[in-house]
């Protein structure tokens, strides 16, 4: 099965309510770990590939080990860029062969994040991929990516942004964390604020980063208010 986009992938997802897991590889066992896991489950799969990850491994290796991994798995994967940090990268990853990219501007102003994610969209758009945009910031780090504070997404910002922008998915934060969880106790999710969220952009696939120490009642009740 060759590589697909989020597209129909999301759109199923929506359909039937579940997430779409998306998974960060960098070298082949990885890799293989997680196309056998789709496989077995005959789940559709992100993987998902860092800026670290194509300093490590190349991303033509990457792209080559995953080609190899689509001609035993027989399930929809998505290769996907994890936080693009400026069009170059994004651009580079949508000429090697990647069906879709994340431009994650949160770090610049709401202005300076819609005019590059913009410039993204209109670059992927014109190649058929996919472009996953990021407003608002998740505490904690990962790799280059770091932020001590959450800073909550504004569900009427999100709606303007998606407009102006184009982007096809939006990652939002709700309270998240990247890496594992590091605050006390058991993650504190804006429940409401997500569903206000998926409300105003109806249809709409919303990312959620940082799920990887949330518990499972919690991705469940992400399903239901609308986060993928």
Same mark, same amino acid.
């Given at each position: 099965?060759?590589?697909?986009?989020?597209?129909?992938?999301?759109?199923?997802?929506?359909?039937?309510?579940?997430?779409?897991?998306?998974?960060?590889?960098?070298?082949?066992?990885?890799?293989?770990?997680?196309?056998?896991?789709?496989?077995?489950?005959?789940?559709?799969?992100?993987?998902?590939? @860092?800026?670290?990850?194509?300093?490590?491994?190349?991303?033509?290796?990457?792209?080559?080990?995953?080609?190899?991994?689509?001609?035993?798995?027989?399930?929809?994967?998505?290769?996907?860029?994890?936080?693009?940090?400026?069009?170059?990268?994004?651009?580079?990853?949508?000429?090697?062969?990647?069906?879709?990219?994340?431009?994650?501007? @949160?770090?610049?102003?709401?202005?300076?994040?819609?005019?590059?994610?913009?410039?993204?969209?209109?670059?992927?758009?014109?190649?058929?991929?996919?472009?996953?945009?990021?407003?608002?910031?998740?505490?904690?780090?990962?790799?280059?990516?770091?932020?001590?504070?959450?800073?909550?997404?504004?569900?009427?910002?999100?709606?303007?942004?998606?407009?102006?922008?184009?982007?096809? @998915?939006?990652?939002?934060?709700?309270?998240?964390?990247?890496?594992?969880?590091?605050?006390?106790?058991?993650?504190?999710?804006?429940?409401?604020?997500?569903?206000?969220?998926?409300?105003?952009?109806?249809?709409?696939?919303?990312?959620?980063?940082?799920?990887?120490?949330?518990?499972?009642?919690?991705?469940?009740?992400?399903?239901?208010?609308?986060?993928?």
């Amino acid at each position: 099965m060759p590589l697909t986009t989020p597209k129909a992938m999301f759109e199923r997802a929506y359909k039937e309510g579940y997430a779409v897991g998306a998974f960060n590889v960098n070298n082949m066992e990885i890799i293989q770990g997680i196309m056998q896991a789709g496989a077995e489950e005959q789940a559709p799969l992100i993987l998902q590939v @860092s800026a670290g990850a194509r300093k490590y491994a190349g991303q033509h290796y990457i792209v080559k080990l995953i080609e190899a991994g689509l001609l035993e798995a027989d399930v929809p994967v998505v290769l996907h860029l994890d936080h693009g940090a400026d069009f170059d990268i994004c651009k580079a990853c949508v000429d090697g062969g990647f069906t879709s990219v994340m431009i994650d501007g @949160s770090h610049h102003s709401f202005e300076e994040n819609v005019a590059v994610t913009k410039r993204v969209v209109e670059y992927a758009h014109d190649h058929g991929v996919w472009v996953e945009a990021e407003l608002g910031r998740l505490a904690g780090v990962e790799e280059h990516v770091s932020s001590e504070h959450s800073i909550y997404t504004d569900p009427d910002q999100a709606v303007e942004f998606v407009e102006r922008t184009g982007c096809d @998915s939006l990652a939002i934060a709700i309270g998240t964390s990247h890496g594992a969880y590091k605050f006390k106790g058991e993650a504190k999710l804006d429940f409401d604020r997500l569903e206000t969220i998926g409300n105003l952009l109806p249809g709409y696939p919303l990312v959620l980063h940082g799920a990887s120490s949330v518990p499972q009642h919690f991705v469940e009740m992400c399903n239901k208010y609308g986060g993928q």
